[in-house]
């Protein structure tokens, strides 16, 4: 499979991830939590809730698909609108390393957790 294969992949799922997730993740977490609507849970359900792989696995997925499609983005922007085409290996380079660094930062963070 090529690599642009999995690029699209990722980029795909990312935008779905941003799509769908993050609006009910930032009601729950920004809004209904803060204003009450939802109790907010203590330290010890937050600690209880992450020791469990599936609520890690989707902390993943929220942090890391988004940032390929991100990468994705950035690097058509930075290629077609900034006209950065004599560029273009360092701009993948540096939009989908960044993505793959903040990739790797989430999986060491939430596997590394208590």
């Not at 792989?53 to 942090?63: D, G, K, Q, T």
């Not at 390929?68 to 360092?90: I, P, S, V």
């Not at 793959?100 to 208590?114: D, I, R, W």
Request: proline fraction near 7%; aromatic fraction near 12%.
């Amino acid at each position: 499979m090529r690599l642009a294969a999995i690029l699209w992949l990722l980029f795909s799922a990312g935008g779905t991830v941003a799509a769908l997730l993050f609006p009910a993740h930032l009601f729950v977490t920004g809004l209904a939590v803060p204003l009450g609507w939802l109790p907010a849970p203590g330290p010890a359900a937050l600690s209880g809730l992450l020791a469990h792989p599936l609520a890690r696995l989707y902390l993943f997925l929220l942090i890391a698909l988004p940032l390929f499609h991100w990468a994705r983005r950035f690097r058509y922007t930075l290629r077609d609108g900034l006209q950065l085409t004599h560029m273009t290996l360092a701009v993948e380079i540096a939009c989908y390393g960044a993505a793959a660094a903040g990739t790797l930062l989430a999986a060491y963070l939430l596997l590394t957790l208590p």
